[in-house]
C-alpha cells in the first residue's frame, strides 16, 4: 500500500472524527481505481461517518460504534493491513 496515500486517509479519519472534515473534502480525496482495496474501504467508512452526522446526533449507540470503527480503520491502515 502506497504510505503517502495511506497517511493522506489517517489524517483525513483524524479530522472526521474530530469533526473537522466536510462531505466535499472526503469526496475530493476519493481514492483512484488502482488504489488497493484496504484504501477505499476505509474511504467508504469516512464517507459514511460523515454523511451520517445527523444519525449519530440523534443516536448515541450509533455514534459510539461509528467512531469505534472509523478508529478501528485507523488502526488498521496504521498496521499495514
Known sequence: MNSASRDRLVK???????????????????????????????????????????IRSRDSAYDAWSHAELQRFRRKLLEGD
Open 12 to 54: 483525513l479519519i483524524d479530522r472526521a472524527l474530530a469533526g473537522e472534515v466536510s462531505l466535499e473534502e472526503v469526496m475530493n480525496l476519493c481514492p483512484s481505481e488502482s488504489d488497493p482495496e484496504p484504501l477505499g474501504l476505509a474511504w467508504h467508512a469516512v464517507m459514511h461517518f460523515v454523511t451520517d452526522e445527523d
